[in-house]
């Protein structure tokens, strides 16, 4: 497993969680006010375990991996740098993100990289709790026309999450017909903006310790 | 110089910051205590040897006691056995109880609710 394919994973994590915690106290209830930040939790935790792994190799930090590098080296898929989205969007995104994030898992958890595969299995034993809630949402909505519209406009960028190979596996799980992927190339101006806040008290007094 | 037997006290007051009632040993997450020349170092581990199946037997009297439910043992996370009525209320002991939400006050606890003594009560995930 290399450097730069962990880091697409650590960067997914770290910008979705960043996304699922715009719900924090807006949700359309309590419980998934809570539920979206507790997800949210776990993806940021996620992101700084790769990045800590991937910093041994690259002989830096996870703070500096996540907070300091370029905008255009970040090597996060065009799904998750979508700004909050109407609720049939974000439930949509949840539930063909996890699904995908599903098959990424179990291949890394077969890698011959001992500390990868680790990670990857514990790193599951919490994304479990993830595909509940999310299948659970997708039974709920899956009825309505605007919930479909939802699926139908970002499934391409779902499939951009993962690697070629891959996504024959993610489309026969999710019941619908490949087609081009949105690839991870260039970066949208909401991820611009979200790295602007990101990174907001940490450029503040560059090199700061805590 | 210090002992092996006073690192492992000092560790056990310290409490796990999501729920303060248990101890980092209770928790089952202090592997090997190993005194080099009275040195102490910490080795973080990012391996998947940890599980809720870890918690000891006075950590899971300590959670029960509190109010929180203990984790099922590993395996029985799918939906189903979390919507079946397997998981006992801390405070009364019936099995009438079903899930509120899979998510709670910190990630690694759900809300279930008990129909015989109607109280809610946090449930451990099984992580």
């Given at each position: 497993?290399?450097?730069?394919?962990?880091?697409?994973?650590?960067?997914?994590?770290?910008?979705?969680?960043?996304?699922?915690?715009?719900?924090?106290?807006?949700?359309?209830?309590?419980?998934?006010?809570?539920?979206?930040?507790?997800?949210?939790?776990?993806?940021?935790?996620?992101?700084?375990?790769?990045?800590?792994?991937?910093?041994?190799?690259?002989?830096?930090?996870?703070?500096?991996?996540?907070?300091?590098?370029?905008?255009s080296e970040y090597r996060c898929a065009a799904l998750v740098e979508q700004r909050r989205m109407d609720w049939a969007h974000a439930i949509a995104r949840h539930f063909l993100y996890e699904t995908a994030?599903?098959i990424r898992l179990a291949a890394l958890k077969q890698s011959d990289d001992g500390a990868v595969a680790g990670l990857a299995a514990k790193m599951d034993r919490e994304e479990v709790y993830h595909r509940?809630?999310?299948?659970?949402?997708?039974?709920?909505?899956?009825?309505?026309?605007?919930?479909?519209?939802?699926?139908?406009?970002?499934?391409?960028?779902?499939?951009?999450?993962?690697?070629?190979?891959?996504?024959?596996?993610?489309?026969?799980?999710?019941?619908?017909?490949?087609?081009?992927?949105?690839?991870?190339?260039?970066?949208?101006?909401?991820?611009?903006?979200?790295?602007?806040?990101?990174?907001?008290?940490?450029?503040?007094?560059?090199?700061?310790?805590? | 110089?210090?002992?092996?037997?006073?690192?492992?006290?000092?560790?056990?007051?310290?409490?796990?910051?999501?729920?303060?009632?248990?101890?980092?040993?209770?928790?089952?997450?202090?592997?090997?205590?190993?005194?080099?020349?009275?040195?102490?170092?910490?080795?973080?581990?990012?391996?998947?040897?940890?599980?809720?199946?870890?918690?000891?037997?006075?950590?899971?009297?300590?959670?029960?006691?509190?109010?929180?439910?203990?984790?099922?043992?590993?395996?029985?996370?799918?939906?189903?056995?979390?919507?079946?009525?397997?998981?006992?209320?801390?405070?009364?002991?019936?099995?009438?109880?079903?899930?509120?939400?899979?998510?709670?006050?910190?990630?690694?606890?759900?809300?279930?609710y008990c129909a015989a003594c109607r109280q809610p009560f946090e449930q451990f995930k099984t992580i």
């Open positions: 497993m290399n450097a730069q394919e962990l880091l697409q994973i650590a960067d997914d994590e770290l910008i979705l969680g960043w996304r699922d915690s715009e719900w924090t106290g807006i949700a359309p209830s309590l419980e998934e006010d809570v539920a979206f930040s507790s997800i949210a939790q776990n993806e940021i935790g996620h992101a700084r375990a790769l990045y800590e792994l991937v910093s041994r190799e690259l002989g830096t930090d996870a703070d500096s991996l996540a907070f300091d590098r370029h905008p994030d599903e509940l809630h999310a299948r659970m949402w997708n039974d709920r909505l899956q009825a309505e026309p605007r919930y479909e519209d939802a699926l139908v406009e970002l499934w391409p960028y779902a499939l951009g999450v993962l690697a070629p190979n891959q996504r024959t596996a993610l489309a026969k799980r999710v019941g619908r017909e490949e087609v081009d992927a949105i690839e991870r190339n260039g970066h949208s101006d909401e991820l611009l903006e979200l790295r602007e806040e990101m990174t907001m008290v940490r450029r503040s007094v560059p090199g700061a310790t805590w | 110089m210090v002992t092996e037997a006073q690192v492992w006290d000092a560790l056990a007051e310290i409490p796990d910051p999501e729920i303060p009632v248990i101890s980092l040993v209770d928790l089952g997450v202090i592997r090997v205590v190993a005194i080099e020349n009275g040195n102490v170092r910490i080795q973080v581990m990012l391996d998947d040897s940890w599980s809720t199946d870890k918690i000891t037997a006075a950590g899971r009297e300590k959670l029960r006691v509190s109010g929180f439910a203990p984790p099922a043992p590993r395996g029985a996370t799918d939906l189903v056995q979390l919507n079946r009525a397997v998981f006992r209320c801390p405070y009364c002991g019936s099995t009438d109880t079903r899930l509120e939400n899979i998510f709670g006050p910190t990630p690694c606890r759900s809300l279930r």
